[in-house]
């Protein structure tokens, strides 16, 4: 049973930084793409970031491009969000999902198969 589920959620200040764990379990990633969404209450769920996890080729959403770092271990069997320069409009619940084929990027959240629980962040002074 595939599982993933994240971590490292919290509270952070403006120009904080925090970052996020989604550990996997039940599947073996070659061939998946892996994404952070993100998801407002009232707002539909948002593309963050995204990485294939054989290459290690990432793709962000311009709202984060040059603040968020995603990236995976094999290893571990994890995959990371590295959020830096956090700010007010970054608040959501922060969720991981896999997908097989990472052939074309998947920006939109009913292309994926696995989702996590999701994780809280709030920034906020």
């Known amino acids: 049973q595939v599982q993933l589920l994240e971590s490292g959620g919290g509270w952070v200040q403006p120009g904080d930084s925090l970052t996020l764990s989604c550990a996997t379990s039940g599947g073996t990633w070659t061939g998946y793409l892996m994404g952070w969404f993100r998801q407002v209450p009232g707002q539909d769920r948002e593309f963050v970031a995204g990485i294939k996890w054989n290459k290690g080729t990432t793709l962000y959403a311009d709202s984060v491009q040059g603040r968020f770092t995603i990236s995976r271990d094999k290893v571990k069997n994890t995959v990371y969000l590295q959020m830096n320069s956090l700010q007010p409009d970054d608040t959501a619940v922060y969720f991981c999902?896999?997908?097989?084929?990472?052939?074309?990027?998947?920006?939109?959240?009913?292309?994926?198969?696995?989702w996590g629980q999701g994780t809280q962040v709030t920034v906020s002074s």
């Open positions: 999902a896999a997908d097989w084929g990472d052939i074309y990027w998947k920006k939109r959240p009913e292309n994926y198969d696995y």
